[in-house]
């Protein structure tokens, strides 16, 4: 069980990355089709893994609590 969350956490991980990295691009004025290129994303997916993460995060805060 131990290493299924180490596991999760590492894809939560490095889709943040992923996501960090398109909000760069786009923020120094790249196109859609060069961010798609550069990370395997589209637009729709972008906005649908924003959501994802930002609801794991909340979920995760409120275990905690």
Known sequence: MRQEGLQKGLQKGELKGKLETIESLLAVGAEWSLTTRAT??????????????RQSEEGSYKQRL
């Open 40 to 53: 395997g994303i589209t637009p729709e997916e972008f906005e649908r893994l924003k959501e994802e993460i």
